[in-house]
């Protein structure tokens, strides 16, 4: 395995990680800058993705490198059978590195084992995405001044959604207090809650959402994963759980901001959009900065 991969945001030191983030604020205020020149890098996209897959190709292109890849498994031999592993190992004789996303949990560990250039994980299955999470960061950090000691309240599918569990592993370095709103059916996984309590980390469980975020310094919702249910019936009961209003938002903190990985179906209603605590397109442009300190970090 190539030690410059990202497969879990545990891959990264404390030190790694703001090391990233004071990357992406240069990043932020000089964006063309030619440190992947010459380079090839390949996004495999087994799954669908807007930001992820767009923000890390304009990021390479702002980096002067080159993209080769696709954004649909269907297009691509892995749907005559090939596997993953042949498929990394052709990418390889391509590409410099390797930018994934794969529904099946654990699959950018694999793929950065049997690989000779590193792999970047895009997000796999229910299990990390490591990407988002330091954008996530770089988001949080802006908005907040710090990332010590701050209320945060993990909202929506927190059983399925790979984006909280790698928050709440990459802020355990920074001392954080988490609620976690989730239906029955989506609660937070075991092991993560396991991991707070071997860290030290204050936590607390509920299924409303209503008034239980006014003491949060952010509010992260999530849309529900449709696409991990194996029963469609269950999505269908738990689907509209959760909507964010602007008249829910009266007593919140002033420094509150609202972040979503993003695509939302109808977990923040528009009505949100126009509120200052409003920051996930913000998020999302964040994205780019990040992605381009990452890839720059991999070619160190
Ligand atoms: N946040 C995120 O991963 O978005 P995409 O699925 O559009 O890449």
Do not use: C, W
């Given at each position: 395995m190539s030690n410059k991969s990202l497969v879990s945001i545990a891959d990264y030191s404390k030190q790694e990680i703001l090391a990233i983030l004071e990357s992406a604020a240069d990043f932020e205020l000089?964006?063309?800058?030619?440190?992947?020149?010459?380079k090839v890098i390949a996004t495999l996209f087994f799954e669908p993705s807007t930001r992820t897959r767009l923000s890390f190709e304009t990021a390479v292109i702002r980096l002067g490198g080159s993209i080769i890849g696709f954004s649909?498994?269907?297009?691509?031999s892995s749907s005559k059978g090939e596997t993953l592993n042949d498929t990394i190992h052709m990418v390889s004789c391509y590409a410099d590195a390797i930018v994934m996303r794969h529904p099946l949990e654990g699959a950018a560990r694999y793929a950065a084992e049997v690989s000779p250039v590193p792999i970047i994980n895009a997000g796999d299955g229910a299990n990390q995405h490591p990407s988002q999470t330091l954008l996530d960061l770089y988001s949080i950090f802006k908005t907040q001044?710090?990332?010590?000691?701050l209320n945060l309240c993990l909202v929506g599918?927190?059983?399925?959604g790979r984006t909280v569990h790698s928050l709440l592993m990459a802020m355990s370095h920074f001392n954080p207090s988490f609620r976690f709103i989730a239906p029955e059916e989506l609660k937070m996984p075991e092991e993560y809650k396991v991991f707070c309590r071997k860290k030290g980390i204050k936590f607390s469980e509920t299924?409303?959402?209503?008034?239980?975020?006014?003491?949060?310094d952010i509010l992260y919702m999530t849309r529900?994963?449709?696409?991990?249910?194996?029963?469609l019936m269950e999505y269908e009961r738990v689907k509209n759980v959760y909507t964010l209003k602007?008249?829910?938002?009266?007593?919140?903190?002033?420094n509150l901001r609202i972040l979503h990985p993003?695509?939302?179906?109808?977990?923040?209603?528009?009505?949100?959009?126009?509120?200052?605590?409003?920051?996930y397109f913000q998020q999302a442009q964040n994205g780019l900065y990040v992605r381009q300190a990452i890839l720059s970090k991999v070619f160190r």
């Open positions: 000089t964006p063309n800058r030619k440190t992947l020149d010459g649909d498994a269907a297009t691509s001044g710090t990332l010590e000691n599918d927190l059983k399925y299924s409303e959402l209503n008034e239980n975020f006014d003491d949060a529900v994963q449709k696409e991990r249910f194996l029963d602007n008249e829910m938002l009266a007593n919140s903190k002033t993003l695509p939302r179906v109808n977990e923040i209603d528009p009505d949100v959009d126009s509120n200052e605590k409003a920051y």
